[in-house]
């Protein structure tokens, strides 16, 4: 049927700041349901409080509230605009929980607005534990024995029925937050207690633990006429008991039997048509006994999830955009395949490929916590990589990771104990696929490990044929005796240059020149949701080792624009914020755009975001070859972070243009030594410093410049491993512990100014007029990282003296520098002394930040000003902002519930939130200001 003409104006409701367990999966979602409802004539407004989202941006929706998510915003929203329906299923749990809320506050009734998607009886009967434990039962299919408990007695009573081990599930979280295994009686009952508390229902199921039993995920879409069609199958690698967002994930599914997989098939259709008025995208979890296949349902989410960003991503088809239509009424066999666009969007999608998703965790950030996974998600970020092969597929993953791997081993970093590589194939923590590796080439039998693990046999078999392929390259001793043959073989199973260099101990540009030699580069090969069965129009590659190319380069001008890879502390969403309004900048300024990343959550990674997309990882070697084959113009490294960043280098070694900044004053400011040197030069106050390369130096610095110092290694993200000490002791046990794990870098020891102000400034430098964007004070004092620092635009408390004296600063920073585009400076300020910290040549965690809140466009402006077509004075704009902004950092430590939580120098946040307020007199900001005090008072 045609979509329901009644609905002419949608809310769609969005995730919030990120958070372990939610994080930039849902602006892909919400970005693409909203372009998805306006391209019917839909008027879209959309609520979200994350400024650092495309999602949030004036390009994205008609009208745009940054605000909390709360019943009393939507009310806000409702009173103030005519709203006919309501889509919450494009913004997680947390959306999801809100349009509950709300249902049960009688908003929607009120106001006369209807969910569409889904609707609260399907919600509920989907989140309650126990009403889906009981629909499931009642429609023949079958569930791992439980009981719902809403008391600590309930729960007892419960494990007493079931035995352990058991699972405990929390009802209406997020991640699994409160969850876990219970293997034995007496750490039953502070597991109960955590469950309890976690539930906004003070409810958990307790749960038989089916452990060693391997997990799937279904994605799937349903219309009105309860047509159901599979999106992707996506197959655990790890088996039950590790949270699938910590889980490594393979697609399409390989271990499992045809019937098997048609009985999932069955099951899941069955499910989803009987959850009553839905229509839009699901996820199903099943688990199945490996030995007699019998298939049990786990849970449902009535919504887009975080696998839905990677299905998409994976098969090509835009789950969100189609469910964004399905809940406005349009059935599946009316709407095209977005790929093709021939065929019909009931067309299930065909793979030709294998895609495997990697989880990046980040517990260098959480000093103290453990690092076992299980129930409760723990990872930051994840990253996908496209092969013709799982082995292939698997080594991209590594690396993509941007952990320093080139690959799953022969890399520097495998272990050679055995007693340590067995243990931590028993105790599961973020390195497992790195140790099976380790216990196959030290001999360990597959059904020793298979044991351990309860990883499929085929996996570890995969995984084997590395170990013997590394075996035989042993046989040679240069890449010059390398058959072409073998040489293939090798590149073919994922191999980088990096690793074969490694295993014969040369150089890698050897190894390189000897691939070239031999003509063994890498093609292209299109992700066209068919397997090549139709013609396809999409312009989505990733790379393999064939004979024939798919991606065929144009006589169009190019910009590469490389992207930030997986989301971390440090280096979040915000970046992908930049890149994308980079590649829309770059299309209008007449370039064909080329958007380089691996991270399937983001906007930047949708098929039709730039011109042309390589879903790759962003590492030298399959960079270069991206270069080779496409010969861009140029190359912008600003938007994406500190991982595009550190490529500048190569890229300018290789040959090609790096676009706006240029790579010695990149390096000048990064480099904390150097860009002292430069601050003296200027005649800017900066604190004493000094560089050290051994622990004596290190404490002969400290002595001349006083305690307390701030230590830190050069060339860092997010503050990583950033101290600040107070004696001799402290400092030495803190320069081993950085030339331990970081054992290339110098360390700088800075004079630490103590109950000193902290403020930033964001600007842009076309070699002509600076651009102040913001000036933005932080709440907390310095000594507190940027990142975790509450921050106030514009500033609040900082004399007119010291806010001249810091665009005094940028404007000569911004010259010296040779700044071509985007520049961030960060200052100290005490008795109304300015110093400069750090700056950073480019795109920020905070550009996003000040666009939003003046409503101004500054990363096309900065685009531009990068590719040298526009200058500053050729925009027009006007900085909107009634009272004042104020960015609000976002923590995730109820995951690592026996961290420290202490503020300090480096990095813990994962995300953020945005706040308006009128005045200084608004309760929000005087809590904030009260806090400050506190810590002034430490």
């Known amino acids: 049927m045609p979509r329901d003409a009644s609905i002419k104006s949608v809310l769609i409701i969005g995730s919030g700041p990120i958070i372990i367990g939610q994080a930039c999966e849902f602006d892909y979602s919400g970005s693409q349901a909203s372009r998805s409802l306006r391209e019917e004539g839909i008027e879209v407004s959309l609520i979200n409080s994350n400024p650092a989202t495309i999602m949030t941006d004036p390009l994205t929706a008609d009208h745009i509230y940054l605000m909390p998510l709360t019943v009393e915003s939507l009310r806000h929203i409702l009173s103030e605009r005519k709203i006919d329906a309501v889509l919450a299923t494009m913004g997680g749990q947390t959306a999801l929980n809100l349009a509950i809320e709300a249902g049960k506050q009688g908003l929607w009734e009120e106001f006369d607005v209807k969910l569409i998607g889904v609707d609260l009886d399907a919600i509920e009967l989907a989140e309650n534990r126990e009403e889906f434990r009981k629909h499931v039962i009642s429609i023949g299919l079958s569930v791992a024995p439980s009981f719902i408990a809403n008391s600590f007695l309930e729960g007892k009573n419960a494990s007493q029925k079931i035995g352990f081990p058991l699972v405990i599930r929390p009802s209406y979280t997020l991640g699994g937050h409160g969850g876990g295994f219970v293997h034995v009686e007496e750490e039953f009952d502070e597991a109960l207690r955590r469950g309890l508390n976690a539930s906004p229902s003070h409810e958990v199921l307790v749960e038989k633990a089916v452990l060693g039993w391997k997990e799937y995920e279904l994605e799937l879409l349903r219309d009105n006429n309860d047509n159901v069609v599979i999106i992707c199958t996506v197959e655990n690698l790890d088996p039950m008991g590790i949270h699938t967002g910590d889980s490594i994930t393979v697609a399409p599914a390989m271990t499992l039997s045809d019937t098997a997989y048609q009985e999932m098939r069955n099951q899941s259709i069955k499910l989803m048509r009987s959850m009553g008025n839905f229509a839009g995208g699901c996820n199903i979890q099943f688990s199945i006994n490996p030995e007699t296949e019998e298939l049990i349902c786990i849970e449902i989410n009535p919504r887009v999830s975080r696998s839905s960003a990677l299905a998409s991503k994976a098969t090509g088809y835009p789950i969100a955009k189609i469910a964004a239509k399905l809940a406005i009424g349009y059935n599946l066999d009316e709407l095209k395949n977005q790929i093709t666009k021939t065929t019909s969007a009931y067309f299930e999608p065909t793979l030709d490929y294998v ?124 890449p010059d005796d390398i058959p072409e043959s073998f040489f293939r073989e090798l590149k073919v199973n994922g191999y980088s240059d990096s690793q074969i260099a490694w295993l014969m101990r040369v150089d890698e540009r050897t190894v390189t020149k000897q691939r070239k030699k031999l003509g063994i580069r890498r093609t292209y090969k299109m992700v066209d949701t ?409």
Request: charged content about 30%; glycine content about 6%; some cysteine.
């Open 355 to 478: 895609i495997v998703k990697m989880p990046r965790w980040n517990f260098d950030k959480f000093y103290g916590s453990d690092h076992t996974l299980g129930l409760q998600m723990k990872s930051v970020g994840e990253v996908m990589s496209i092969g013709r092969n799982f082995l292939e597929a698997l080594q991209k993953a590594c690396q993509s990771q941007e952990n320093n791997r080139a690959g799953l081993g022969a890399d520097k970093k495998e272990w050679i104990k055995t007693e340590d590589i067995i243990h931590r194939l028993e105790v599961v923590s973020d390195d497992r696929i790195y140790r099976v590796k380790d216990a196959l080439r030290l001999g360990v039998p597959i059904k020793s490990i298979q044991k351990l693990t309860k990883i499929d046999p085929w996996y570890l078999k995969q995984i084997k044929q590395l170990v013997n392929l590394e075996n035989e390259l042993m046989q040679y001793n240069i």
């Open 530 to 938: 068919c397997a090549a069965e139709f013609e396809a129009q999409t312009p989505y590659f990733y790379s393999t080792f064939d004979f024939e190319n798919e991606s065929v380069p144009t006589d169009n001008k190019k910009i590469v624009v490389l992207g930030s890879g997986p989301n971390r502390i440090g280096q979040g969403i915000e970046f992908d914020y930049c890149c994308v309004h980079g590649v829309m900048a770059i299309k209008e300024a007449g370039y064909e755009s080329i958007m380089v990343n691996c991270n399937p959550e983001t906007v930047s990674t949708d098929f039709d975001i730039a011109d042309k997309l390589y879903f790759e990882p962003i590492y030298w070697e399959h960079l270069e070859e991206i270069l080779e084959l496409e010969k861009p113009e140029g190359v912008i490294v600003q938007l994406g972070g500190q991982t595009a960043l550190k490529l500048s280098h190569k890229i300018k070694e290789a040959g090609y243009n790096i676009v706006g900044t240029s790579v010695d004053s990149m390096d000048l400011a990064e480099d904390r030594g150097r860009f002292s040197d430069l601050l003296k030069e200027l005649n800017i106050p900066y604190p004493r410093y000094g560089v050290a390369e051994d622990v004596d130096e290190a404490i002969r610095i400290a002595n001349e410049v006083t305690y307390p110092v701030l230590v830190r290694p050069s060339y860092v993200l997010g503050g990583q491993r950033m101290r600040i000490v107070i004696n001799d002791a402290e400092l030495e046990r803190h320069v081993l512990s950085i030339f331990k794990h970081m054992p290339d870098n110098r360390v700088l020891v800075d004079q630490f100014l103590e109950r000193a102000k902290e403020a930033e400034v964001d600007a842009i430098y076309d070699g002509d007029e600076v651009l102040i964007m913001g000036i933005m004070e932080h709440i907390e004092p310095a000594g507190i990282h940027s990142g975790d620092s509450s921050a106030v635009l514009p500033t609040y408390s900082l004399s007119d003296q010291a806010i001249e004296k810091m665009k005094e600063y940028t404007e000569k920073l911004a010259k010296a520098l040779n700044i071509k585009g985007l520049i961030n400076i960060q200052f100290a300020i005490k008795d109304d002394f300015v110093y400069v910290i750090e700056a950073n040549p480019r795109a920020s965690r905070t550009t996003p930040f000040i666009a939003k809140a003046y409503q101004v466009p500054f990363l096309k402006i900065a685009t531009h000003v990068m590719l040298g077509n526009k200058k500053i004075k050729d925009f027009e704009f006007e900085k909107k902002l009634e009272g004042y902004a104020i960015k609000v950092p976002v923590f995730s430590f109820n995951k690592f519930p026996n961290v420290d939580k202490q503020l300090g120098p480096e990095m813990k946040s994962t995300g953020e939130a945005i706040q308006f307020i009128k005045d200084l007199n608004d309760p929000f900001f005087r809590k904030l200001d009260k806090e400050r005090s506190m810590y002034l008072s430490r």
